[in-house]
């Protein structure tokens, strides 16, 4: 039974570290035949400069309906600087998607890798689920006067019951899912009235879990606590903006954005996957991006795809590189993009051979 994927390699360093997640792809077919076709779609910052068109809205239909997974590099171009395409590719998928839930796990993998003190892989093992289709990023507001001294931008934040009660629901099923035994749930109900309604959807949607604690925090004394105690933290659920910003932080206590993958998922329909890291323009061209981030971000496909052993024979062969030294700068190696990724699709095909 085939599969078909959607790759959206996107703007920057996005076609880079695809291509090198298409190579452990590749490698992943020849052993274990899962049968993943790939579509490639061209949207981006150059199609849109081009064409003047970010996503047709009959493509975001059939994104939703004709593939059974989507893989998206980046997006964001130094030429767009309003980021417009990006809004309505990379957001467009996960608002008409419906995608609620950005799912973002940070594990260490090996203890050199944290910038942390002291700290080891078993203190640094949280995933963090974003509120992904509500909050600051709903472009809801507008500007008046733009450009004179009287000039006014408004953004109003959306928080609706419905869409709290997904997310939180959802970490507390994945928390009991995964034998975890606390949620966090990080918020500013102290200055943001409107913040009460997650306090009181996740004590209520919490009762219903007794054998989890419940762990709720200021986003302030939050962002403070994940460095100055991340073993505390196992699932934490948050907001969209919240949980942008915790995502970046969590990425760096275990190593960096170069190693942090990430799903938006709505259970019952298509996922997209996505490195967490963005464009990185500074870097496009140069074959020093690490593509790790979108080899493990990979990873988890196959596992929602049923590929369960190529999802962890892919994940092993990371954690291979990592502890065998091999890796771009920003892990402290030595190669390029290209060799990262060759180097993991060879290891790919013989770790699953050696057994
Ligand atoms: P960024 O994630 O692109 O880069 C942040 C920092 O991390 C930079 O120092 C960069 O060099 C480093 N970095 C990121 N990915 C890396 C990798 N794979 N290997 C090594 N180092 C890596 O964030 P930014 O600079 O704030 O944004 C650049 C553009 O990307 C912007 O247009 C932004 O809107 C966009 N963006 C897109 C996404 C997405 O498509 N999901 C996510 C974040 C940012
Ligand atoms: C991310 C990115 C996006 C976000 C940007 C590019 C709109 O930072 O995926 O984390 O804020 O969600
Ligand atoms: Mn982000």
Redesign the pocket.
Known sequence: MTKRLAVIA?????PE?VREALVTLAAVEDVFHPGIQVEHLPYGADHYLRTGETIPAAEMQRLGSDFDAIL???????RVPG?EH?RDI?LGMRFQLDLFVNERPARLIDERLTPLKGKTPRDLDLIVFRENTEGLYVSVGGTFKQGTPDEIAIAEELNTRKGVERIVRYAFAWATGHGKTRVTMADKANAIPAHQLWRRVFDEVGREHPNIQRDTRYIDAMAMDLVRTPESFQVIVTGNLFGDILS?LASILVG???LAPSANRHPGRVTMY??????????AGKD????M??ILTLAIMLDDLGVHEGARVVEQAVYDAITSGIG???VGGTMGTRAVGEWIGRRVRRGSAAK
């Open positions: 996107g703007d920057g360093i996005g570290v998206v590099g980046a997006l964001g171009d130094p980021n990006a990379l970046d960096g954005l170069g996505e490195p967490v890291h963005g464009s990185a323009p500074q870097l020093v991006a690490n593509p981030a979108a771009t700068a920003d």
